[in-house]
């Protein structure tokens, strides 16, 4: 278990002017984030926030049917390799300590940006955890809830200079095999990274 910096609570940038510079970008640096950068951005997809469990993003019920993997190749103080957040205790769990971002790119359609990124967020889906209660609408809520946390992980990219975009084109099986996953549904990837200087001056323009 790798415990991650506290998040920090206040962001030198507005909302307004996050939301303004927010915008898909698929070229990055080749340079590293930090593990700050990597806290910031995983509290902001789905950080505890409320001592009751309640977190950065709404849940249907409040219960959070959806999971982030972090796909990490270039972060300051982490290993290579596939990691699972848990958000109680703000960590992150090994799941294998191999490279996989060549691998999901390729699983992607050969998208350069997952393969380029210092690190892919991805986010994945229990249906159970939320038809268990809202049966058929389970999954219109699901597909509510990761547009909620992409959001989230735009916004907070932008207030950090990095650049990201939301992917939803890739092969599911594929995917579900590269991060072992059982019962989970992959939805979507975002890779993140620094921004070239060109990027910056386009976010700060905006
Ligand atoms: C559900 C969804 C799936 C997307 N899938 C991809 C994708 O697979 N690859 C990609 O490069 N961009 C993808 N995008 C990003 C869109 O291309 C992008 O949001 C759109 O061009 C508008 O540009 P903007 O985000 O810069 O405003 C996706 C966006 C959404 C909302």
């Given at each position: 278990m790798i415990r991650l910096p506290a998040p920090v609570?206040?962001?030198?940038?507005?909302i307004e002017a996050s939301l303004l510079g927010r915008v898909s970008t698929r070229n990055y640096e080749v340079e590293s984030l930090s593990l700050t950068q990597l806290s910031q951005l995983l509290w902001a997809a789905q950080?505890?926030?409320?001592?009751?469990?309640?977190?950065t993003a709404p849940s249907a019920g409040a219960l959070y049917p959806l999971e982030v993997y972090v796909a990490c190749g270039?972060?300051?103080g982490l290993e290579v390799g596939l990691y699972h957040y848990q958000p109680h205790g703000h960590s992150l769990g090994l799941?294998?300590?191999?490279?996989?971002r060549q691998e999901l790119a390729s699983a992607a359609l050969g998208q350069g940006s997952i393969a380029q990124a210092a690190v892919n967020l991805v986010l994945t889906a229990v249906y159970e955890r939320t038809a268990a209660k809202y049966g058929s609408r389970a999954s219109r809520y699901v597909h509510m809830e990761i547009g909620h946390v992409a959001q989230n992980i735009y916004l907070q990219a932008v207030s950090l200079g990095l650049g990201t975009v939301v992917v939803g084109a890739f092969d599911d099986d594929r995917v579900q095999h590269l991060l072992k996953l059982q019962e989970e549904m992959p939805l979507a990837i975002m890779p993140v990274g620094r921004l070239p200087v060109s990027g910056h001056k386009m976010q700060r323009e905006r």
């Open positions: 609570l206040e962001g030198s940038i507005s950080g505890v926030t409320r001592a009751s469990g309640q977190r270039h972060v300051q799941v294998v300590n191999t490279d996989l």
